[in-house]
Nanobody
Framework: VQLQASGGGLVMAGDSLRISCAAS????????VGWFRQAPGEEREFVAA????????HYAEPVKGRFTISRDNAKNTAYLQMNNLKPEDTAVYFC??????????????????WGQGTQVTVSS
């Protein structure tokens, strides 16, 4: 599975942004997908994850109620809708795929394939 994240940009605090993760490969529809982010000087951290069917999602506490993860298996694409963005959301956002998901993992080691990242910058 190859992943490519896109849709990042520069926005103002309070704005919304949707980033996408386009996948190639026939196994994407059976993969769990996670979003992670890495701010300058910080370690990469978990943001959200979704099961292969989209029936279950999991969010990190800082983004609960503001971010929504979704997917469209017919388009081999996952999304992260980010609302009410804050300056502390500034980071490079990465999508990842877990090809043999047992449960939704908030840990990097739980994912097998990674995209290259897209920059999201939130100005105050």
């Amino acid at each position: 599975v190859q992943l490519q994240a896109s849709g990042g940009g520069l926005v103002m605090a309070g704005d919304s942004l949707r980033i996408s993760c386009a996948a190639s490969g026939r196994t994407f529809s059976s993969c769990a997908v996670g979003w992670f982010r890495q701010a300058p000087g910080e370690e990469r951290e978990f943001v959200a994850a979704i099961t292969w069917s989209g029936s279950e999602t999991h969010y990190a506490e800082p983004v609960k109620g503001r971010f929504t993860i979704s997917r469209d298996n017919a388009k081999n694409t996952a999304y992260l809708q980010m609302n009410n963005l804050k300056p502390e959301d500034t980071a490079v956002y990465f999508c990842a795929a877990d090809v043999i998901p047992v449960s939704l993992s908030p840990f990097e080691v739980g994912y097998d394939y990674w995209g290259q990242g897209t920059q999201v910058t939130v100005s105050s």
